[in-house]
């Protein structure tokens, strides 16, 4: 009784300061030293059939040992799993504790190539009475002593009970970050969502509300200027009451392709925020000559794009209006004024231009 105590304590000791993967690591070892097995590993289940399963950590001839993977079948670690063992297991416990006394090097395919004499498995268990992996203990001498294979069946069933803790713990901590993980990939698509156009893949007005507010407040802080660029595909109206919504939609998704293709992802952003009406708000270093030179390179790039409808290729331009940001600016609210007065002379000399206004 006093060696079982010893060896039991020993067992708890050696662990006592370790959580998580580390406690893994030192109950394999002491296992390893205590019981004084030759190969020792806990496990934990793959998937929900019960066929694999992933060491978490092993010790082997004194040294600890990388996980692995493997396919039960063919392995005495297969039968802690059986709901029926068959022969010539008949009268082996299902669902408890496996014990082989000697020649597993001979009775199982995978261990044909070593020197295993005797075999224990212990199954561990979630709190919901479902198997989640086992301690394997192999030794290279046989167990056909009854007592000396009792006690370490009874010292490993104890000792497992903290291993299956553990591991419960370990699990539940898991299931809990994966389950935040998913929650927060579910709200970056939802927040993603909402801030997207569908039709477009553009960011949506409310962003681009967000956004001319945020680029507003940086002017008042640090004066520095953005300025902001309005393009509206003309002919929309007409496109869709003579051809069909279908084809305003390819018109739609086409221009909004050019305006992503001819801007600056890292400082210009594209917004669909109306029906024909898109918006590209710039920041950094830029100037008349260069708000000009952007709508130009637009008006040119929606002037080769044409859309196909009943046989008939359908041309397509826009009109454009742009501003710089100014210091006089009160709200965000200015600054698409001038911009929106801009567009609106654009269309009025005759469409498929760029005004660019002060």
């Given at each position: ?15 006592a300061n370790f959580t998580g993967g580390d406690f893994i690591t030192a109950a394999v070892k002491a296992m390893a030293v205590e019981l004084k097995t030759d190969f020792v590993f806990i496990t934990k289940v793959i998937g ?311």
């Amino acid at each position: 009784m006093t060696n079982e105590y010893t060896i039991l304590r020993n067992l708890l000791k050696e662990t006592a300061n370790f959580t998580g993967g580390d406690f893994i690591t030192a109950a394999v070892k002491a296992m390893a030293v205590e019981l004084k097995t030759d190969f020792v590993f806990i496990t934990k289940v793959i998937g929900n059939e019960q066929q694999t399963v992933e060491v978490l950590a092993a010790w082997r001839s004194g040294e600890a040992v990388a996980g692995w993977n493997f396919d039960l079948h063919g392995t005495p670690c297969d039968l802690i799993y059986q709901t029926d063992a068959g022969q010539p297991w008949t009268q082996m416990r299902i669902g408890q504790t496996v014990a082989i006394a000697k020649n597993v090097c001979q009775l199982f395919d995978a261990t044909r190539s070593t020197n295993y004499e005797s075999f224990i498995g212990i199954p561990l268990w979630s709190r919901k009475g479902k198997m989640i992996g086992h301690v394997a203990l192999f030794y290279e001498r046989d167990m056909e002593d009854d007592d000396q294979r009792r006690l370490i069946v009874e010292l490993s069933e104890l000792f497992c009970q903290k291993v299956q803790a553990e591991l419960n713990r370990m699990l539940l901590e898991q299931a809990r970050e994966q389950l935040l993980a998913e929650l927060e990939k579910a709200n970056e698509r939802l927040t993603q969502e909402s801030i997207t156009d569908a039709l477009t893949g553009l960011y949506n007005r409310r962003y681009f509300t967000k956004r001319l507010q945020q680029a507003f407040a940086r002017l008042n802080r640090s004066d520095e200027r953005y300025a902001l660029v309005l393009v509206d595909l003309d002919h929309l109206k007409t496109l869709n009451d003579v051809h069909g919504h279908a084809a305003g939609d390819a018109a739609l998704a086409k221009v909004a392709a050019v305006l992503l293709e001819s801007t600056r992802h890292d400082v210009e952003t594209v917004f669909r925020i109306g029906g024909d009406e898109f918006a590209i708000l710039c920041s950094g270093a830029i100037d008349r000559d260069g708000l000009r030179s952007l709508g130009e390179r637009i008006n040119t790039a929606v002037e080769t794009l044409c859309i196909a409808h009943g046989g008939v290729a359908l041309p397509l331009m826009v009109s454009i209006g742009a501003t710089l940001s100014a210091s006089a600016d009160q709200c965000p609210q200015d600054i698409y004024v001038r911009a929106d007065k801009a567009l609106y002379t654009a269309k009025r000399c005759g469409r498929n231009t760029t005004v660019v206004t002060d």
